[in-house]
């Protein structure tokens, strides 16, 4: 979620900024499950979620099911409620995804601003939000914490974990909590370098000095360990111009989680490296502004599926970035997506029992 460069500002607060309460409750028939349905259904086809759900992030909880979580967002327009702080879905194969509620009963009020790119992991026995409190041209904004013992909330918030001036890293949003070895850590950044800082045990609070993990040139970090590798998946290009957006996804590893991280020609991820993993679809169809990719998810299979949102490239569907999901093929160490593209025709679904 970019907002450091004023030609791609104006368009950003159009997405991002809904500064409302929870909206009114959803209609009981849209929260039914649709299990009985997906265990017929062989394929799958983008956008697996097709209403605005910005800078998306998964978690899968204990009781099966992987709950999805996102910037704010109204659906309104859609007939299906808002404005919402966080919107959480869920799903048990996830290509079929359901609502079932807004994370937060009462919206965080110690700042003013949006809530965006929440990041959730079941840690320590309980779920931890970490989130972005920020305004477009913020010259403070801030990174906030949430828990809960449910993965669809009520989160219960805790207030600020740090603001930009406090941690001395203009922008400071787009979290991400990195467990290595057993030690919590957090990433955050946009476009003014990628940090990496310790957490206390608990994962609420700083307890460390930060260090550099990718360069200016990205947000919206994740990293995925994998054999022996830990890989760097970064967004760059503007996110939120609709059809203009130029995001695409970059990837980047390292032995160490904390790097230095190279893309495949050995160039530092922290020197302008990256070597691309996701772009727009090349034709006049599918989807343009891919990233902010959240999570890359297992089957039963082994099989490995990535997340992010993107804009219908013909204006087609409910507007806004929907959410879409892609197998990842593993060539010599390095994760590829076919075409280096969202796919927009009928796919096979990831595997998982009554497919």
Not at 27 to 36: A, K
Not at 133 to 157: L, N, T
């Amino acid at each position: 979620m970019q907002k450091h460069v004023f030609l791609f500002l104006a368009p950003t607060i159009l997405w991002k900024m809904a500064f409302c309460s929870p909206g009114p409750k959803t209609p009981t028939s849209f929260r039914q499950s649709t299990d009985t349905a997906i265990v017929q259904q062989q394929t799958y086809t983008n956008p697996v979620w097709d209403h605005d759900f910005p800078d998306p992030n998964l978690v899968k909880a204990p009781d099966h099911y992987f709950y999805a979580y996102s910037t704010n967002s109204n659906w309104q327009k859609d007939g299906l409620g808002g404005p919402y702080t966080v919107p959480v879905l869920r799903s048990r194969d996830l290509a079929n995804w359901q609502f079932v509620g807004d994370a937060f009963d009462k919206r965080p009020d110690w700042k003013k601003g949006g809530i965006w790119a929440p990041d959730v992991t079941y840690y320590r026995g309980r779920y931890i939000m970490f989130y972005s409190f920020s305004i477009w041209d913020d010259p403070d904004a801030a990174i906030g914490v949430a828990v809960s013992e449910k993965p669809q909330g009520p989160f219960r918030d805790l207030g600020k974990l740090f603001s930009s001036k406090e941690i001395g890293v203009h922008n400071s949003i787009d979290p991400f909590l990195m467990i290595d070895k057993g030690k919590p850590y957090l990433v955050w950044g946009s476009f003014n370098t990628i940090y990496g800082i310790p957490l206390s045990r608990d994962g609420t609070r700083i307890a460390g000095e930060k260090f550099k993990i990718a360069g200016n040139h990205f947000e919206g970090s994740y990293i995925y360990k994998r054999g022996k590798y830990y890989y760097y998946f970064g967004s760059t290009g503007t996110c939120c111009e609709g059809t203009k957006s130029t995001y695409h996804v970059l990837v980047g590893r390292s032995t160490s989680f904390k790097g230095t991280y190279t893309d495949k020609s050995g160039k530092s991820l922290l020197d302008g490296g990256g070597t691309l993993l996701l772009q727009a679809d090349d034709g006049p169809d599918g989807f343009v502004g891919p990233g902010h990719n959240g999570d890359i998810e297992e089957d039963q299979q082994g099989q490995t599926w990535i997340f992010y949102h993107a804009f219908h490239k013909a204006g087609t569907g409910h507007g806004g970035r929907v959410l879409l999901m892609d197998k990842i093929e593993w060539q010599d160490g390095w994760p590829v997506i076919k075409n280096a593209q969202p796919s927009f025709t009928p796919q096979e679904k990831p595997a998982f029992p009554g497919k």
